[in-house]
């Protein structure tokens, strides 16, 4: 197995999550516009149910295989990542059954996050075992597949049923659905001669690493989704229905492609810390943090200088001014998220203790829920996204301290500098054009400049593989030029 930089694999994740990215916009402006605010509110409601349970009871497996994997065990692992899942999905069902008999959620609500809750299992455990082989391309179909199927399919669940529920279990089969082709590939390959049965070692292996990450994964979950529980508490399903939609619409920027660049980047700078090449690793790592730093910062000035364009194309009218409302504070929080998450919550997979994960989570819970039980009440929507930011930073804080030193992720200073300067510039370019000649010209100004400016520094600093796709594609018109003499 190759150790490269993870510069192609990259490159590849981002390419497939931007288009999932892109067909999940749709998704979003198509279901707003399909749906009454309150059965969209419902369905997200439902749906943060399903991810909280899910992470407490299932999401740790994923982890604990890509934190114990060995490549000459490779089936095994596999099929033990698979067995673990099954099973730990009984007691998140059970889980979600115990709210509804105590009326927290709807009883039609409660099975559609039980079916989805059932398709996130079968699709995470394909695209973490894709993901564990260095098979980007697999990984790639599965996620394009499960957008377009969850299109495809929630829209038609909207138009033939408009439920909550539908809604649910529709997007749940999306996600079961386009892991297909893993499974197929991997029933080929991986285990073409049969399966292996796991060895009591190797399981009892990830069940220690993997522990503290189920109470970290849950805590976490739980932390991202109780903003929006108590606000429906505190007002009601329509109300979290604009909020919840601009999160969607930041996870389909800010996370898939902080994603898209942990899960490359990641994966090569963890085979070079088993090989002992720590100055390799670092290496890789500091093109990481490179990468996430472009991505919140052009992310963060974009969302902040175009937001009422985009929200206004994409979201249904009746949602824009508070999706207007809560857009600051939210930015600072997804920011603050793949920092976290993305970047600085991966020390967990180089060698540091899974129970860092475990702390940060449990601070991240504590501070998210006191600052929502204080704050939602009586600021609403705008003192949700205040206390996702105060959530997301108590982590973050936690990830920087209590690293320990010997593994801490290396932060390329001066270039985080040079980006937040560079987007400070932009930003205050782009509203007092706006201010001077109006937003038609604050607009035209804000894009050429967030796209020249981007663009240039990716292609300097190789930023998504840029660079060499570049010379790539220059290679040969500067051949022919040199032929012909010019």
């Keep these: 197995m190759s150790a490269h ?84 999905l009984a007691p998140a069902l059970l889980a979600i059954w115990v709210l509804a008999a105590l009326s927290v959620i709807d009883s039609h609500i409660a099975w559609g996050s039980a079916v989805l809750s ?67 590939h991997f029933a080929r390959t991986l285990w073409r001669e049969g399966l292996r049965q796991p060895v009591g070692a190797e399981i009892a292996a990830m069940l220690r690493y993997g522990w503290p990450l189920a109470i970290a994964f849950g805590a976490s979950a739980a932390a991202m989704n109780i903003d929006r529980i108590l606000l429906e508490h505190h007002a009601d399903a329509a109300t979290v229905a604009p909020y919840g939609a601009v999160m969607d619409l930041m996870k389909q920027t800010f996370l898939v492609l902080a994603e898209a660049i942990s899960a490359g980047y990641v994966a090569h700078a963890r085979i070079h810390m088993m090989r002992g090449e720590r100055e390799a690793a670092n290496a890789v790592l500091r093109r990481d943090f490179v990468s996430q730093a472009f991505v919140v910062v052009f992310g963060t000035v974009a969302f902040l200088l175009l937001g009422r364009l985009v929200f206004s194309v994409v979201l249904a009218p009746a949602y824009l001014d508070m999706a ?95 980006l937040v300067g560079l987007g400070g510039v932009i930003l205050a370019g782009g509203f007092e054009t706006e201010a001077l000649f109006g937003p038609i010209a604050g607009t035209a100004l804000s894009v050429l400049a967030i796209g020249a400016a981007s663009l240039v520094l990716a292609i300097r600093w190789n930023i998504f593989n840029l660079s060499a796709m570049a010379q790539k594609l220059a290679s040969p018109l500067l051949g022919r030029l040199a032929k012909r003499g010019l």
């Excluded at 943060?48 to 692992?77: K, M, N, P």
């Excluded at 997804?334 to 020390?347: E, I, K, S």
């Design 5 to 88: 930089s993870g510069e192609r694999d990259v490159s590849i994740y981002l390419a497939c999550r931007a288009l999932a990215a892109v067909i999940n916009v749709v998704s979003v402006a198509l279901f707003t516009r399909l749906s009454s605010p309150d059965l969209y509110g419902q369905y997200l409601i439902g749906f943060s149910i399903c991810f909280i349970v899910y992470s407490l009871t299932v999401q740790w497996a994923v982890y604990a295989h890509f934190g114990t994997f060995r490549q000459e065990a490779a089936d095994r692992f596999a099929l033990s990542l698979l067995s673990i899942s099954a099973i730990a």
């Design 118 to 184: 059932a398709c996130f299992t079968l699709h995470f455990a394909g695209t973490e075992i894709s993901r564990s082989h260095l098979k980007p391309g697999l990984v790639a179909v599965a996620t394009i597949l499960r957008s377009l199927l969850s299109l495809g399919l929630g829209s038609a669940s909207l138009l033939l049923f408009h439920e909550p529920a539908a809604l649910l279990v529709a997007v749940g089969l999306g996600y079961a659905l386009g892991t297909v082709p893993v499974y197929l």
């Design 324 to 418: 207007l409302d809560v857009l600051p504070a939210l930015l600072i929080g997804n920011a603050l998220l793949v920092l976290r998450a993305h970047y600085f919550g991966q020390v967990i997979y180089l060698g540091a203790s899974s129970l860092i994960e475990l702390a940060a989570s449990v601070v991240m819970i504590a501070a998210a829920a006191c600052a929502a039980l204080l704050l939602i009440e009586p600021m609403g929507a705008h003192g949700a996204a205040l206390a996702f930011a105060i959530g997301q930073a108590a982590a973050l804080v936690v990830y920087v301290v209590g690293a320990p030193k010997a593994l801490r992720m290396p932060v390329d200073w001066p270039r985080a500098a040079l």
